[in-house]
């Protein structure tokens, strides 16, 4: 059976053929980190939401008019990857370009699921057309099921989200973190992510120093997030001349990712969306990483109290010792 559908994006199909294949660009309606070698027998990865990712080979590409690739689920195989097949035509028309979809070989009940996927995200294409990103992607707030690996991807959504609106003059700002700036504050979390994608065997692509911060995070992090999901959380990893249990140091990923989020914000004056199970989850985390023996050797100040009425993401930042705004 098959899914087809088809959409007016406002924007001429040079432009709506990147939204499409362009990492950077996928990530503003579709996805929450994107691989893709964008060439016959070439291989992409996309996180579409936390916990879900497709993966597949691309079968033809003619840029500005069609792409075809072949679609699958990693992990449940619902359909495997490779088991069916994703064909984008584009088509100029009055007011912009015409996008259809078909979606082959999927049973009823896959077509079915499907729909309902394709509706979603090809409403938010257009809208990314229309306004330049859809914004934050309400399926990928809240995880069907949070573990250290699908909070992480959804943090990183949270994170991306703050470091898309940032500015050049954004970069010199202070953070609540005394030591740095904006651009400071990014290094370092590189570098975290660097680490801790290391300690999975993850093999980091060099930093485009060049690319807009986003860019720059989410290039780090799709490659960490994509080793930790070879690799999984059991045993432990190295950590430093010591071992860390896996499931601790991925936990810290979702801690880097969304503590660092409010850091930038806080900084620049914008606003953190991060709903409240993943606040809460990750509250949990910190709480196991941050122990009061690890307090002071990990750089963290005591506690902040908020009482317990204040939401999940005041009392994670009060007990990283930062200073919540509603506190």
């Known amino acids: 059976m098959a899914f087809k559908k088809s959409v007016v994006v406002p924007l001429e199909p040079a432009d709506t053929f990147a939204l499409i294949t362009e990492p950077h660009r996928l990530r503003?309606?579709?996805?929450?980190?994107?691989r893709i070698d964008l060439r016959a027998g070439g291989e992409y990865r996309w996180t579409v939401t936390p916990g879900h990712t497709s993966a597949g080979t691309i079968v033809e590409v003619d840029p500005?008019?069609?792409?075809?690739?072949?679609?699958?689920?990693?992990?449940?195989?619902?359909?495997?990857?490779?088991?069916?097949?994703?064909?984008?035509?584009?088509?100029?028309?009055?007011?912009?370009?015409?996008?259809?979809?078909?979606?082959?070989?999927?049973?009823?009940?896959?077509?079915?699921?499907?729909?309902?996927g394709w509706?979603?995200?090809?409403?938010?294409?257009?809208?990314?057309?229309?306004?330049?990103?859809?914004?934050?992607?309400?399926?990928?707030a809240v995880p069907g099921n949070l573990d250290e690996l699908s909070s992480a991807e959804a943090t990183l959504a949270v994170l991306q989200q703050v470091l898309r609106s940032l500015d050049t003059p954004d970069l010199a700002k202070q953070t609540?973190?005394?030591?740095?700036?904006?651009?400071?504050?990014?290094?370092?979390?590189i570098g975290s992510i660097t680490s801790i994608g290391a300690a999975a065997g993850a093999q980091m692509p060099p930093r485009d120093a060049s690319?807009?911060?986003?860019?720059?995070?989410?290039?780090?992090?799709?490659a960490a997030l994509e080793a930790w999901r070879s690799r999984?959380?059991?045993?432990?990893?190295?950590?430093?001349?010591?071992?860390?249990?896996?499931?601790?140091?991925?936990?810290?990923?979702?801690?880097?990712?969304?503590?660092?989020?409010?850091?930038?914000?806080?900084?620049?004056?914008?606003?953190?969306r991060a709903s409240e199970p993943v606040c809460e989850y990750v509250l949990q985390?910190?709480?196991?990483?941050i122990?009061?023996?690890?307090?002071?050797?990990?750089?963290?100040d005591d506690p902040v109290d908020t009482g317990t009425d204040a939401a999940a993401l005041d009392r994670l930042i009060a007990f990283t010792g930062r200073q919540p705004a509603a506190v």
Not at 122 to 136: E, F, H, I, K, M
Not at 247 to 252: S, T
Not at 285 to 289: P, S, T
């Open 285 to 289: 985390l910190a709480a196991r990483v």
């Open 176 to 189: 609540p973190c005394a030591e740095y700036d904006v651009s400071q504050l990014a290094d370092h979390l």
């Open 211 to 222: 690319a807009p911060l986003e860019t720059q995070v989410a290039d780090a992090a799709q």
């Open 119 to 140: 509706n979603h995200f090809l409403d938010r294409l257009v809208s990314a057309g229309q306004q330049g990103d859809a914004g934050p992607d309400e399926w990928a």
């Open 64 to 116: 500005g008019r069609r792409v075809v690739f072949t679609w699958g689920w990693e992990g449940d195989g619902d359909p495997d990857p490779g088991a069916s097949t994703v064909t984008v035509t584009l088509t100029p028309v009055d007011g912009g370009t015409e996008v259809q979809l078909v979606h082959d070989g999927l049973t009823d009940e896959q077509a079915t699921r499907h729909a309902e």
């Open 291 to 300: 122990t009061p023996e690890a307090r002071g050797f990990a750089g963290f």
């Open 28 to 34: 503003r309606w579709m996805t929450v980190a994107a």
């Open 232 to 272: 999984g959380v059991q045993g432990s990893v190295p950590l430093g001349s010591s071992e860390m249990p896996a499931a601790m140091m991925a936990g810290v990923i979702s801690l880097e990712f969304l503590v660092h989020a409010w850091d930038f914000a806080t900084a620049t004056g914008r606003k953190v």
